[in-house]
């Protein structure tokens, strides 16, 4: 079969202007960039208010392993099987983060005969809304250094200044460093770093406002440290809000792209679930509500941090609900989770398939009991996989009332997931069940955190050193109380360790550090060793990414 890269560039693509016209969107509001992907602007659409919100359907999966699960290949590929079986459906994702591409991933438009393209585009710099979001939040780093050099007028602490600076790639030599080096001409001294783009405050805020207005006001609440009498420094305050507004006012805009089957698609913002809240915009997922009847969208790495997140968070803060939930899982990763080896993958292993199972349990028993969603396993399906190893997984999620769908969307395209299609539809037509949350809004922050690490997480336990907890008591005591949790961990396990695989339970999770985003209404608990700049691996994707003597890119998957 070939590369994916090789299948998107052999596509057959429809004028950006096509797919907008069929979804019924005004001309006035599409923003071509070239003939493939536009900007939307969804307030010159005021017809598209009187229409019934679709049907949301969030896909979802087990805690992700090397061996590969394929959220973003299913929800592309279920997106065009709902297409397939005669339904109105479009895609809505994240977009892909440049430092991923170019280190683990490789790319992030899906995969096979489910993706979205034009591939490369998506992957590479896109409509730059991750180029506006890093301007706009190095503009507020500039202007507090700046604000401080000038005479500190706000009374700036420099050593309580919280806010980074950020860049869209992966670099752990810049975690931690010094700025203002070279003398007074240059700058007061301090201690700074950076974070990934996808881990800044004004990505979540982007992805969580409502409208410019709302983007705007938010980024005013920013705090970016405290003043030597123990004020609240806000973005507000160094004037910096309005021209970084100025510098997202068209980063706010979906962006409208296609699948290989042509089924539209919304690609918008791009924070991590594991640093962040992991959802793509609020304005994307609503304004597909009013264009499609279904809408797929993803939440990333497993049920623990993506879906908790997009419920706790998105739907918290949006009122968005979504119909049903999709949860990913493939016997090799399962046989992983179950302690076998990568080399060994491929061998049948009922015991260890039994073990790894004990990961999707705990994620069906937590979209099921605690958040009240109905759900399916799909199961992207490979060719080692034998009829025994199927028929034990069917077996045990039969005794939770879930069904396992084979899908097959990567080699057939949304053909291959039309069963998966299928099963959707008969969850959405059943009575929905109210929405639930992990936690309520009048929890204590520590209540919060303590409802996640021992409902989702299977802990014991949670624990933070007494400056944490202080830090923590302090923001609960200024107000910010009501404000929901966003944990920063590890994507690989339900506990802070990335090697125990499984279910892990009794274990504890420790707090290393806290942070306010009062812009995005919602505080960072960062736990054990998680980092908000990862570095790149040993040999980085970079290194096979290439571009031939004709002007193709070669090695994006």
């Not at 004037?239 to 918008?268: D, F, R, S, Y």
Request: charged share 20%; proline share 4%; with cysteine.
């Amino acid at each position: 079969m070939p590369s994916d890269i090789a299948i998107a560039q052999q596509a057959q693509l429809n004028k950006v202007s096509q797919i907008a016209q069929a979804l019924g969107l005004n001309e006035a509001s599409v923003e071509p960039y070239g003939h493939y992907k536009a900007k939307i602007e969804p307030a010159l659409n005021p017809q598209l208010q009187a229409r019934a919100d679709g049907r949301l359907i969030l896909v979802t999966a087990i805690s992700p392993t090397p061996a590969g699960e394929g959220k973003t290949t299913t929800t592309v590929g279920l997106g065009d099987a709902l297409n397939h079986i005669g339904k109105r459906a479009m895609v809505c994702l994240r977009e892909p983060a440049l430092g991923p591409v170019f280190g683990m991933k490789g790319g992030a438009a899906g995969g096979g005969y489910a993706q979205v393209v034009p591939m490369e585009d998506i992957n590479l710099h896109f409509t730059g809304d991750f180029a506006a979001v890093a301007l706009a939040h190095n503009l507020l780093s500039a202007m507090i250094d700046n604000h401080i050099h000038h005479g500190n007028a706000l009374g700036i602490d420099p050593r309580q200044v919280s806010w980074k600076r950020v860049m869209d790639m992966n670099d752990r030599a810049l975690r931690q460093i010094v700025v203002g080096l070279g003398g007074k001409v240059n700058g007061q001294a301090r201690e700074d770093g950076f974070d990934i783009v996808v881990a800044s405050e004004v990505m979540a805020i982007l992805c969580l406002c409502d409208d410019l207005a709302d983007l705007k006001q938010r980024l005013g609440h920013i705090v970016i440290g405290y003043g030597f009498a123990g004020q609240a420094i806000t973005a507000s305050a160094l004037q910096a809000h309005g021209a970084m507004a100025v510098l997202l006012k068209n980063a706010i805009k979906p962006n409208l792209v296609q699948t290989l089957e042509h089924t539209p698609a919304l690609i918008h913002g791009g924070p991590f679930a594991n640093i962040a809240h992991g959802c793509n915009s609020v304005i994307a997922t609503r304004l597909a509500l009013k264009l499609a009847d279904y809408v797929v969208t993803e939440a990333g790495f497993g049920a623990d941090l993506g879906a908790e997140k997009f419920i706790d968070i998105k739907c918290r803060k949006s009122g968005l609900r979504p119909a049903a939930a999709v949860i990913v899982a493939t016997v090799r990763a399962l046989k992983y989770h179950g302690g076998v080896d990568l080399t060994a993958l491929a061998q049948l292993n009922l015991p260890a398939l039994l073990a790894g199972i004990a990961n999707l349990q705990r994620h069906v028993h937590n979209l099921q009991q605690t958040f009240g969603l109905p759900c399916v396993v799909a199961i992207n399906r490979f060719t080692q996989d034998t009829d025994a190893e199927l028929a034990l997984l069917a077996e045990q999620m039969a005794a939770l009332g879930v069904r396992v769908v084979l899908a097959e969307h990567w080699a057939k395209g949304g053909a291959g997931a039309a069963a998966l299609a299928e099963e959707v539809v008969r969850l959405t037509e059943a009575a929905p069940t109210p929405l639930r949350f992990a936690y309520e809004d009048a929890d204590t922050l520590w209540e919060k955190m303590h409802k996640l690490a021992t409902r989702i997480y299977g802990a014991a336990d949670i624990f933070a050193a007494r400056r944490i907890r202080e830090q923590i008591d302090k923001l609960q005591q200024d107000g910010y109380g009501h404000y929901p949790v966003c944990v920063a961990k590890t994507q690989y396990s339900f506990s802070t360790d990335a090697a125990l695989r499984g279910a892990p339970s009794g274990h504890r999770v420790t707090i290393r550090e806290v942070r306010l985003c009062a812009g995005a209404e919602f505080i960072v608990m960062v736990c054990d060793d998680i980092m908000t700049m990862p570095g790149l691996p040993k040999v980085p994707c970079a290194t096979r990414i290439d571009i031939d003597a004709a002007g193709h890119v070669v090695g994006l998957f």
